[in-house]
Nanobody
Framework: QLWLVESGGGSVPAGGSLRLSCKAP???????????MGWYRQTPGKEREIVAD???????NYADFAKDRFTISRDNSRKTIDLRMNNLRPEDTGTYYC??????????WGQGTQVAVSS
């Protein structure tokens, strides 16, 4: 398992932007590079859902709501993934979690960071 630390949440008006970061400060780099990393979110009244994920060789996938607005990136040497979110909407409000996936299952979660988008 990885210890994951998120940062970068906050409050913005609709149409604004935020960048979330997730670090694995204690991970051995070679071990970190075996994990697919991803961002997930839980919005009010809904189950946790995938936002985007990225493989060690930087292949990425996005949920439909994230396409064309969000960009996930990965720096293996810094053991960090970022999520750049543009054109935020009130329905993007929620708690965003970083997750590390091994064998198709998320085995480590960050503590979550809050995103609030006002209309």
């Amino acid at each position: 398992q990885l210890w994951l630390v998120e940062s970068g949440g906050g409050s913005v008006p609709a149409g604004g932007s935020l960048r979330l970061s997730c670090k694995a400060p204690r991970a051995i780099t070679s071990v970190y590079n075996t994990y697919d990393m991803g961002w997930y979110r839980q919005t009010p009244g809904k189950e946790r859902e995938i936002v985007a994920d990225i493989t060690p060789d930087r292949r990425s996938n996005y949920a439909d709501f994230a396409k064309d607005r969000f960009t996930i990136s990965r720096d293996n040497s810094r053991k960090t993934i970022d999520l750049r979110m543009n054109n935020l909407r009130p329905e993007d409000t929620g708690t965003y979690y970083c997750g590390a996936k091994s064998g198709g299952t998320v085995t480590s979660w960050g503590q979550g960071t809050q995103v609030a988008v006002s209309s």
